[in-house]
């Protein structure tokens, strides 16, 4: 007789919750999920305002091959489910001395308009874009795949050249730095960093492979929005037989001789599990589920957010604008060192109306506006309705200085999340947006595995485990931490 899978129960339903639900009920477990918010989906959550449905975090969608390879692990297929678009150009960077660069997937065009920055940039880009497919080829063959946390085994799949391309001694910007001179090409390559919620003079040099994976593979848009997509995911799990319990609160995992043995949830109901896998952020794990110390380790920064309805689609506002500071290093180093809100801001825009396919524009029209700052234990004394209406006014001026001029009035509905109700919401360490901070210590082995070597039956998804943060990684996270527990629950059974 073939013996019983151990039971699952997942703690949050973020795209990794799901994701690691997903296999495991595929591999034959009994799955339930229990989050705490009244929708799925995490960070990647919808909020009504002013009668628009928003986004509330995600908006940038790269390496769409992970969502599909999540279907079809399902025997789905993600197109039925669901479309995607693929914007083109991708990205448009503003600085204060009115400058300005897009960047597109089509090469002719990118290197026409590199060109404008730095003479014979279309040769330099040959060679970047050569040396960041094969980091590219690196991470997504040999590294990122991999459930491995001892450094030696990891590195030793590397041939000495692969090694050595990986560049993780050396920091992302003085990678990008060895192929292009003109500070605007390095600031606006650097600044992917800002996927991560990183800097790109902590991020190692490997990570100089982002706007590769981006200008090669798209940049993408479900129609419906970022939600759409986890709504489809959401679909395809319980279509698989994943039971989703909204508006539950997991608040103790239960133990006995180092071993786990259920969950308590909020109400005093108690779920025996063999297994349990932790969506909720690692490090609020341990105090706020274990009463233990958290893990020590360096977070990403927060984020304050807003959610603008225009009255119409603001004129010169593309999909993804993100614009830059004069002072680029001192500014990121204030975002993971500094105290407060930044006197010069590195903040992204998304007008998803403004890709709309059809003759007009959508009106009224959504603009959401994502503004990295410290995490929340360095904004202490921060009064937040002052720090929301000085940084809209300075959000607005660097707007009007690159020609795009909103006028009291035009915004007919505004709401905004602060960092401290982000990490209320979603229950983030420290508030950090991102979670752990890619920093050469914490990537790859370094990053905190996804099982405890404390708890047996103990694991972990999502963006602050293996292999990090972005919905790509933590659907691929999920992937992971399933094949980990069967590897476990074989061995068990051996
Ligand atoms: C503002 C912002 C913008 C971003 N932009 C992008 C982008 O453009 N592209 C991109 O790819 N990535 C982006 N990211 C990163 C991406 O959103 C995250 O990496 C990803 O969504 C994290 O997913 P997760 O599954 O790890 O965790 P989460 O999404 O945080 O999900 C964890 C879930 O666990 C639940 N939970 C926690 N504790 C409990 C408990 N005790 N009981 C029950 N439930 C619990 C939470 O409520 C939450 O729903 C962005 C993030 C933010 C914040």
Redesign the pocket.
Known sequence: MTPRLPDVTV?????????AAIHLRLAGHRVRV????A???????VLRVGGQRFD???????YPWIFEDLFAAAGRHLGDFLRLRRIEPTIVFHWPDGRRLTLASEKERLAAELENFEASASHKLDEYLADAKEKFRIAFEKLIPRNESRPLTYFAVLTCGELLRTALWRSMYAEIGRFFRSRHIREALGSYAM???GSPFSLPGLFSMLPYGELAYGLWYPEGG?YALVEAIGRLARSCGVEIHVG????RILHREARVTA?E??DGERIAADVVV????LP??YP??LGEPPPRLAMSPA?L?YYWVLRQPPAGLSHHTIFLPGNYRPAFRHLLKGQGIPTQLAF?V?APDASQPGPAPASPSRVFV?VPVPVLSRLTGVGWPEAVAEVRDRVLERLAAAGIVLRAGDILAERV?TPPE?AQ????YDGS???AAHTLGQVGPFRPPNYSRRFRGLYF?????QP????????L??KLTAARIAAHVRSALR
């Open positions: 703690i949050g339903a973020g795209l990794g919750g799901l994701s229990f989050e705490a918010n929708a799925i989906g995490g960070r990647a959550n509330t975090g995600p908006s940038l969608l790269n996927y991560l919620g970022i539950r609160t997991v608040s969950v949830l909020a932790c969506n909720a952020d609020t794990v706020q589920l984020v957010t992204y998304a994502l999340w982000w919401r979603f229950r983030l947006a991102f979670g998804v999502g963006a602050s485990t990090g943060t972005g919905l790509p990684m933590v659907v996270s999920g």
